[in-house]
């Protein structure tokens, strides 16, 4: 079954902001714990890389 359009815009700007906050996490001139930095940029990461996997595999599914 098919996402409506509304989830795939919403998925793309979660998928946005998870870049520009992973971005962050490694701009040095922004003060934040290291702990911060380790957060934004394994937890973000892991969480667009489902994200893409996710959508990648039901494009996968409609194309087949």
Known sequence: ???PLWQWVLGL???AAL???VRDGFNKDIPMSRT???IRIVG???WAGILIFGMLLELY????
């Open 1 to 3: 079954m098919q996402r």
């Open 13 to 15: 700007a979660v998928l």
């Open 19 to 21: 870049f520009f906050a």
């Open 36 to 38: 911060s930095r380790v």
């Open 44 to 46: 973000g990461s892991l």
């Open 61 to 64: 599914e409609a194309i087949r």
